[in-house]
């Protein structure tokens, strides 16, 4: 365990450039702390600085302003190979090591640990080992990198960061290559690691629905916003998300926690019945522009019997069956409801 | 595991049968068992026999399998610092920066290759060094601007062009003799370099040839980019000088005592890995060293024109086998491991 305390501290942190011809401030007094045993998410828009502030984190580039405290210690008192052995990363990086086996990746972890010619000890060997099969990719061991899917090396590099053993860990978009199960199978991973080895976990994403259901804590950026940190129920219900992401076209739903399109006008049509039948055919209306709400007088009502019965009450007082999500559109579209 | 072990065998055996074959082989032929006791110090039945294979073709086997080592370690690092398996001391024009440097002191400054001071030796390949590392400079100034390598192997070529454009200039302006003398030496060969020379030679590819193995660890390391690779604690400015100043030196000594030698620079990294199965630095420098001295023996053999008294350049020899290699590389890149 590497224990429950603060791992990294940001306290009035300004990050951005500062090349010889301009200095560029991508946000300023940034306050944040990320906490051992927890998996944080970093969510932002493109342009927001989840780059900036993940490579200012990774040691990559110094801060404009402020310090970053790692364990307590600012992070410039760190030498390159005492960084080395504190922050794993995790990049979007092109690697090379496409003719090197998953173990010979993975030992490459050690690197910091070892001497000039990067010989590995019989410990070396045991830490690779537990670090791939923390990772679930042991059984790849003796393959190609190349032979690898996106999801698998993802699992390799996270392998890697296990073997360097570093009690903090940072990624930079650790899913967007991945297809929707490697994705969930990776945070899966990342959460296990958090709770069981008790790492400090943080990672960009622009996947704010697993972010929703995967992270203890989320840091969310916005350019010209102060940043905002949190647990994400706390930052659904008192509307932070919703004032971060919804924009002149998409709002985010605090009941669902999903950004949508927005809908110009507001057409109610009341759903009861069975909750799974309601739920999807809720999801239909929400995408014909319709808003799911209680049946009352007056409004088209929709009663979910079952899947492949369901009835609508049109306004008149007419009564149609529907015998699929499918054919209730249909219906739906003959009959349109205005406001 | 056991496929490093097989691929040493096989050079070793390889660089044994070649490096032999070198010495028995040639315009004048003597018998393997004369050779082997002229090797062992008891004489020949003929003086000239001993003169032949221990001031001639031994110092010429020497060279050879130096040079071919040293080109090969070159291609290697240029080859894991651009991250690019195509690039390789001739096509990043690195070759012709030394050129230069060897044209201006050898069109300007004297018949300084018929000379046998240490001092001329020492001049030329300090001028070699100096154009080889300029033009690696610049390329690397390039790979921060164009991210794209097929560009930079591009920008490359064209530096080359550049080079070879002021060493025509210059041959313009120089005298007839040390034209044809600079001509000579640019068609490149394993036989300029005398049991007087050999020790300066030795000395600079050996010092290079160590060099690149003490890199072994920050060049695994860049395999994962630059990045990665200083998370890992790796000092990437210092690692990155490390390796041009190792490629500078080895191109340089090598241009300055043999010629601008084509292809083996490029093709014998590839040669190594497909013999390995693997890029990891820890044998790969080792086997590729190696294999770039079996190629530049295999290749020194192939210029001795059978039945007659003359030698075919070394450049006429190398791209025959370099360029199939190349070739077969770039089809076969979606099944070679290395190139995904």
Known sequence: ?339 | MGNYRKAYWILLAAFVILFLGNLVYGAVSIPVNEVLSILAGKGAEKESWNMIVLNSRLPQCITALLAGAGLAISGLLLQTLFKNPLAGPSILGISDGANLGVAIIMLYSGGLLGGISGGAYFSMILAALAGSLAVLSLIIYFSRKVRSNVMLLIIGIMIGYLASSVISILNYHAAADKVHQFVMWGMGDFTGVSVEKLPYFASFTIAGLVYSLLLIKPLNALLLGEMYAANLGVKIKSARISILLCTGILTAAITAFCGPVSFIGLAVPHVARMLLGTSNHKHLVPVTILSGACIALLCNMLTVVPGSNSLLPLNAVTPIIGAPIIIYVIINRRNLQYFN
């Open chain 1, 1 to 339: 365990m590497e224990g429950k305390g603060i791992a990294v501290e940001a306290i009035g942190l300004a990050i951005g450039y500062n090349d010889t011809k301009r200095r560029k401030v991508v946000q300023s007094n940034v306050n944040l702390s990320l906490m051992g045993g927890e998996v944080t998410c970093l969510l932002g828009l493109n342009g927001a600085g989840k780059s900036t502030l993940i490579r200012t984190l990774c040691g990559f580039q110094p801060p404009l302003e402020g310090k970053v405290l790692l364990r307590g210690k600012p992070l410039s008192s760190y030498s390159q190979s005492a960084f080395a052995r504190e922050v794993g990363v995790v990049l979007t990086e092109k690697t090379n090591a496409g003719g090197i086996t998953v173990y010979d990746l993975v030992s490459l972890g050690r690197h910091p640990y070892t001497g000039f010619f990067g010989s590995l000890k019989e410990n070396d060997h045991r830490i690779i080992e537990e670090a791939l099969d923390a990772a679930g990719i042991w059984h790849k061991k003796e393959n190609y990198v190349s032979e690898l899917s996106d999801g698998e090396r993802q699992k390799v590099m996270i392998a890697k960061v296990l073997a360097q053993q570093c009690p903090i860990i940072v990624l930079d978009e650790p899913t967007a290559f991945l297809d929707v199960t490697a994705r969930i199978e990776t945070m899966v991973l990342l959460r296990k690691l958090a709770k069981e080895q008790g790492k400090a976990i943080v990672l960009s994403t622009h996947d704010i629905d697993s972010a929703i259901q995967m992270a203890d804590n989320l840091w969310l950026l916005s350019k010209g916003k102060a940043v905002r940190c949190g647990a994400p129920e706390d930052l659904i219900m008192d509307g932070t998300i919703g004032e971060f992401f919804s924009k002149e076209n998409v709002v985010f739903d605090n009941a669902t926690g999903k950004l949508s399109a927005a809908v110009s006008q507001i057409r109610p049509v009341g759903v009861r019945g069975d909750f799974n039948t309601a739920y999807w055919v809720g999801n239909a209306l929400v995408r014909n522009g319709y808003t799911p709400s209680q049946p009352r007088e007056g409004i088209m009502n929709i009663t979910c019997i079952s899947p492949s019965d369901i009835q609508v009450n049109l306004p008149g007082g007419e009564t149609k069956k529907a015998t699929s999500v499918a054919h209730l559109c249909k219906i739906i579209s003959e009959f349109p409801v205005t406001a």
